[in-house]
C-alpha cells in the first residue's frame, strides 16, 4: 500500500555550472541559465509505502506525512532562491532531478512508518521527475 | 499494457475505532474524528493490465470495465455515508488505506480481461493511495 | 481590478426541507437525500474587487484574505457536518446556493480593503455556484 | 462573443517598494520580500471581445492571438526575472495585479480583432487576478 | 445567483469555408482544415442565472439542467463529426465561437426555471469561448 | 530517476476492424465507430530512465526529449486523422492502446540518454492507458 501527500513550493532558481565556462553553460541551459534567474511554483508528492496498521487503517497518518515534508522541506525551499538560500542545496545545480534527490535524502530518514518510497517533482505542467532512491544503497 | 479508468463518488464518513476510547480516537484523527462526520469527492482510478487483444486492438473495452466499477463500486458508495450505508464495509474504518483495499476486493473477481492491476484513491487534492493487491496471496 | 483566493474544505450534508414530506424530498433531492449523508471537497474562490494601492501593489493582501476566509468559513465547516455542526447554517438547507449565499454573509463585512466581489462554490467537478450578492441590498 | 487564450510562463520575482524602508516591506509582503527572491509559473488568460466574423466563424484567430501574447509578454517575461530583466517592468513592484495591468498596457494596442477584454493571471493554485481595464480610460 | 454543468464531449470536425478556395482555407485555417478532419475532447459549462427557490435552495435542480445539455447537445454531437452527423449545425462552420452560438440557440429554449446566462465551450486546454446570447435579441 | 515530457496533440479517428463485418463492429465499439469519425485532446507523456549526468544535473534535457516527441510523434498526428493520415499507423486500429505502442516504437530508437521506460496516452479525462515496451523483446 502506498500513501501519497502533495504539497507546493514556489522558489526561484539559476542552472549553471561554476565549473563550465559561459558558452557550456548557455548551450546546455539555454533560457534556464539567466543571471538573474527564474521561478517556478514547484508540486512535489511524497510516497510511503507500508502496511497498513490495523488499529488506525492507516500506513502513516497523512498529517504526520506532510508535517515531516513541511518541515524538512517545504519551510527550507518556499519563496527561496535554491541557489542562494538553502543550505542542504550548498553545490547542487537545482535541475528538477537533483532536487528530487536532494529531497529524498532529507526526508528517508525522518519517515518512521513505512518507509519512503518515491519522491516525484513537478517543475511545470510539462516537466516532471521521479526518484525512488534508486543509488542511495 | 495497463489501461486506466477514472470515476467520481461523493460521500461522508467518519474516522473512528470503536475498540478505542475517545481520547484516543481525537489524538489519532483529530478533526477527522467528528461525530457528525465530513465527506469527500474521491476519485477511483481503476487499472487492468493484460495484452493487446489483435482483433479488437484493446486490453479491456474502457466501457466494460467502467460498467464494473460502477456496478461493484460506485452504485454502492455515491451519495451514501461510508460508515453506516455500505454493505462491504461493515466493520471497516473508512480510512483511504481500506476504501482502496476493499475496492480492490470487490473489483477483482470481476474483471475477465487481463488482471487487475492498481485501485488507486484521491480523498482530497493533496491526499492519495495506490494499492497492488500486495497483501492479498 | 479583482483578486481571488482559492481555498478548500471538505464537509458532510445531507439535502432535506424538513417542511415537506419524504415524497417530495426524494423526488426533489433523490440520492442527496440520503439520511446519513454524504459529502463533498468543496472549492471556495473568493473575489474582491478595487483600486490598486500604489504604495503595495496590491487591492488587498492575498494573505489577509485568506485568512478573512479560513476564520469566517473554512475553520466552521472543514470537516463539519453542515447540517448540524454550523451555527450560521442553522435552518439552511446546505445546497450550492444556499452556501455560497451564506458565505459572502459571513465575509462581505470583514472585508476592508476593496469590497467582496464574487463567492463561487464548487461542489463536484461538474457542478458550482457564483454569487455575486445580488439580493444583499 | 468572448475568446480566450491561455499561455504560462515561469519568472523570478521578489515584492519590495524601495521608497519604504525594510521593516514596512518585510511587514507588507513578507516571505515574499526575500532577497534572493522566489517565483512563480505563472498561467496568463488574455480574452478578446468581439463579433463572429460569418466568413471565417472566427472573432480572432486564436493563432494570431497567441501570437501577439507570445511576442508582447510571453518572451520579455519567461525565464526572466521580473524586477530586472523586463523593460516595461521597470519601477514597477511586480505583484500580480501591477502584472496584468502592466500586461494589459502592452496587448490592448496590438489587438486588431475585436478588442481586449480581460487579462486574467494565476500566480499560484490559490491566487489570481483579473484585470479587464478599468483605471485605462 | 448563477449555476453552472460542466458536460464533456468528444467530436471530429474540419475548419473549411465551402464558399472560398483552397488558398484561403488553408491560410485562414491552417493545419485545422485538415480534409480528413481532427477532433477534440471539449468541454461545455453552461450557466443559468436565476433566483433561489426558498422551498428548494436552488436555482435550477443541476440534475435537470444536465439532463437539458445531454439530451440537447451531448447525444447529438459527441462521438460525431461536427462537420457531417449533426442537423442543427447543417451549414455551420464548427468554430469554438459557431458552436457555443448554436448550442446556445439549442439551449435557451429548454431552461424554464432561471435563464440561460452563459455557454463557454473550452476546445483545448490553450483555447475557449463564452458566449452570453449577445446577438440574440 | 525517471523524467518526464507531458506533451498534447489533437486528432480524428474511428474505431473499426476492417476484417470484420459491421455487427461486430457496432457491439465492439459501439459510438466510436461512427463511420464520419470523432476525435480527441490525446495527452501524451514520455519518460526517461537513466542515471543524472553530474555535469549538468540531468538524466536527459526535457528540451531535447521533447524536440524528439515533437519531431517523431506530434507533429504527424497533430491536427491529422489518425485512421487515413499517419503512415506509421497504416494498418493500426487506432485503439489508445495501440497509439501507446506505436508511439513507443517510434519514439525508443531516438532516445541516446537513458532509456524510454514509459508512453502514456490520455485519450479523455477519464481513460487512460501506460505502455513500458513489455512485448518489444
Redo the contacts between chains.
Keep these: ?8 513550493f ?4 539559476r ?1 549553471n ?1 561554476p ?2 565556462d559561459a558558452e557550456w553553460n548557455r548551450r ?1 541551459y ?3 541559465d ?1 543571471p ?6 514547484y508540486v512535489i508528492t511524497v ?1 510511503v509505502r507500508g ?2 496498521d490495523p ?5 502513516i ?3 504526520v506525512l ?1 508535517d515531516i515534508v513541511r518541515t524538512r522541506v517545504i519551510d527550507r525551499v ?4 535554491l ?3 538553502v543550505d542542504f542545496l550548498r553545490g ?7 532536487l ?2 536532494s529531497f529524498w535524502q532529507e526526508l528517508a530518514p525522518a519517515i518512521e512508518q513505512g518507509s519512503l518510497h518515491e519522491v516525484a517533482l513537478q517543475e ?8 525512488r532512491g ?2 542511495e544503497a
Tied chains: 1, 2, 3, 4, 5, 6.
Excluded at 514556489?10 to 532558481?13: L, V
Excluded at 488499529?55 to 500506513?59: A, N, Q, R
Design positions: 500500500m502506498i500513501v501519497t501527500a502533495r504539497l507546493t514556489s522558489a526561484a532558481h542552472l555550472n565549473n563550465r546546455t539555454d533560457k534556464c539567466n538573474a534567474g527564474h521561478g517556478h511554483n510516497s502496511k497498513i488499529e488506525t487503517g492507516m500506513v497518518d497523512l498529517k506532510k518556499d519563496h527561496r532562491n541557489n542562494e538560500d547542487v545545480i537545482p535541475t528538477a532531478e537533483n528530487a534527490r511545470t505542467e510539462k516537466n516532471s521527475v521521479v526518484y534508486e543509488d
